[in-house]
């Protein structure tokens, strides 16, 4: 069943990444136009749906390990006791409400900035809810409400880049086919910007989580959660090596290499690709236990 369980959490965190991270990526380093520098609808869509099924199997593996099986989960007493009796079924309820607002927001009616916000702040609540169904509110006494904040400041950041990044190379990849190099260089350095506070806040935010849950460094090496967020960091440190070599030697050769904008894709897909990893080992530890 934890299979079931890993693999619908790291669906649901890649698709409410997209889902907090597009808009942001539209209103922040694209305002001028986003219809023609990222598909607004297309990936708003895609990723509640994706967001709204994965939920649906998150939700269908832990309701089986509650009850101790698929038998016994799907009785009607039982998915009434798991759905309104349990942390995990009211916020379930709450979160499948938001993202099928999101979903209902994205078909209907014409794009503008306004439906950004929109959507901006209702995937910022689908983001952020998701402290309460993992071990964002962990902690003895006021630890508990410090590392919810950071746990919730960590999920935003993470969005904000892993989403933004996705979308970057949707720009990237039509500039290619295009020839826009030179509208590329102006939002690679507005989102430069934005990754550069989104990176720095989720590296305090992680260290703070990190001391909470792991008091001790051998624990990193000693126990499974350890060893998993270990794995973790080591990829977190990779992603941000590839960003550093996309922002100081890829991006400045836009002006004067026409390969340039080809290898900066490349690099920025090999980065999301590590990214997409780094929420296979988030769905991993949620089903840990942490040594505190």
Known sequence: MDELIVGARAIHFAAVALLFGAPMFRLCVAPDGPDALAPTRAIALAAAVAALLSALGWFVGVASDMAGGWSEAFTADM????????????????????????????????????????????????????????????????????????????????????????????????????GGAALVRPLLLRFSRLGYGAVALLVVSGCVNALILVPSPDALITTTYGRVL???????????????????????????????????????????????????????????HPPA
């Open 79 to 178: 998915l009434g006791v798991i759905t309104f009796d349990t942390r995990f079924g009211r916020l379930w309820i709450a979160r499948l409400v938001l993202i099928v607002s999101i979903i209902g927001l994205s078909t209907v009616g014409r794009w503008s900035r306004g439906k950004d916000i929109a959507l901006l702040v209702l995937s910022a609540m689908v983001t952020a809810s998701l402290v309460g169904i993992g071990h964002g509110t962990e902690g003895p006494g006021a630890l508990g409400p410090l590392h919810a904040l950071a746990d919730i400041l960590h999920l935003l950041c993470a969005a904000v880049w892993l989403g933004g990044l996705f979308c970057l190379a949707v720009v990237l990849h039509r500039a290619l086919a295009e």
């Open 230 to 288: 270990s794995l973790k960091i080591g990829l977190a440190v990779l992603m941000i090596s590839l960003a550093i070599i996309n922002r100081i030697v890829l991006a400045p050769r836009l002006s004067t290499s026409e390969g340039a904008t080809g290898a900066l894709w490349r690099s920025v897909v090999a980065e999301q690709s590590v990214g997409l990893l780094v929420l296979a080992t988030v769905a991993r530890l949620g089903t840990i």
